[in-house]
């Protein structure tokens, strides 16, 4: 088997009709969403939902690459031979990446605002994850608006971070999922989120230009231009897809292959229908897809609810919304395909 170069896995994680499955929850994430559903949040229960999203039948149809936790990088497979997941993953035809930040902690003075932790060590952490098998990597970084935020200081100091760890993990031979995420909290206007966001692009890229990353060899990640969450005036469908494009194609380079959505906390149904419609621009230099988190889990977990009895149906319920969302890339969902439920 020959290894993986950056272009290849680049062109494997884009591949047409298919997105990335975001799975990578810290500890505080992944109890809050199981807290939600009274599920407790030990390592078995933890393992046991990502084996049961990972062994989806028919998953690598529509999804192209997996971003798991650390912990799930190391977790064995319950039943079966003793393997990493990551090498489990692999062997369905679908990419292992691994998100490598440590989180978010409040940046210095200057309330509101966070910076992205876990650059210390992270040059040994890269080849330890490329050993368990990861091809990727992926760094979140969190913008928040309101009154007189974000800071230049946020900004710059998280572009700067984002830039060193995609760097480090070209370096590492790994595909750097570069994400300045720009929170959908708050009252602001469609128009104030396409400012920020704009401004955080363009800060991000001449970070990435300093630092000699190659702007081939990564996947940029971010949220759909949308009116504040607690907005009066909501854009609709046309309206986000108008702006979201306009936005990019002003502050995103064409060398960048591939632009991935991550869903931000928009519901399911709404996150599809809005990536539908932007996926249907022909003009543009990138590849367009979807790394969900929740848009792709949410239905899957409240299915599953801890009981092993539920595991198909959750199953049916992940492949339905991964099914969904590759339509979406061709521009050919409909609201219609929501009656279609299919059982694995
Ligand atoms: P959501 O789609 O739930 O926002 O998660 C995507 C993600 O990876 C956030 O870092």
Request: aromatic share 6%; charged share 20%; hydrophobic share 45%.
């Amino acid at each position: 088997m020959t290894t993986p170069t950056l272009e290849s896995t680049v062109k494997s994680l884009l591949a047409s009709g298919k997105g990335i499955l975001a799975a990578d929850e810290s500890f505080p994430t992944i109890e809050k969403r199981f807290k939600a559903l009274n599920i407790s949040s030990t390592e078995e229960n933890r393992g046991a939902y990502r084996e049961l999203l990972f062994t989806t039948p028919g998953l690598s149809e529509f999804i192209s690459g997996v971003i798991l936790f650390d912990e799930t990088a190391r977790q064995r497979m319950a039943h079966g031979v003793p393997i990493a997941i990551a090498v489990a993953l692999a062997q369905r035809g679908i990419i292992p990446g691994i998100k490598v930040d440590k989180g978010t902690v409040s940046l210095p003075n200057f309330p509101g605002e966070k910076i992205t932790q876990g650059l210390d060590g992270l040059r040994d952490r890269l080849i330890e994850y490329r050993e368990l098998g990861a091809r990727f990597t992926k760094w979140r970084a969190v913008i928040a608006i309101g009154e007189h935020l974000p800071t230049r200081t946020c900004i710059e100091a998280n572009a700067n971070a984002l830039a060193l760890f995609a760097a480090l993990s070209q370096k590492a031979g790994l595909v750097p999922i570069v994400e300045p995420e720009i929170l959908m909290n708050g009252s602001h206007s469609i128009a104030r989120c396409e400012e920020v966001t704009n401004a955080t692009l363009q800060s991000v890229f001449a970070a990435l230009f300093e630092h000699r990353v190659v702007l081939e060899h990564i996947l940029l990640k971010t949220g759909m231009i949308l009116s504040g969450a607690e907005c009066p005036q909501q854009a609709d469908v046309a309206e986000v897809a108008e702006t979201t494009l306009r936005c990019f194609r002003r502050a995103v380079p064409a060398a960048v292959p591939g632009i991935v959505f991550l869903s931000g906390g928009q519901g399911e149904e709404e996150a599809t229908l809005r990536l539908n419609a932007i996926c249907r621009a022909s003009n543009v230099p990138w590849k367009l897809s979807f790394s969900f988190g929740r848009a792709l889990q949410s239905p899957a977990l409240k299915v599953w609810k801890g009981a092993p009895a539920n595991v198909e149906a959750a199953q049916a319920a992940l492949q339905h919304r991964a099914r969904c969302n590759s339509f979406a890339l061709q521009g050919k969902y409909s609201a219609h395909m929501e009656n279609e439920k299919i059982s694995v």
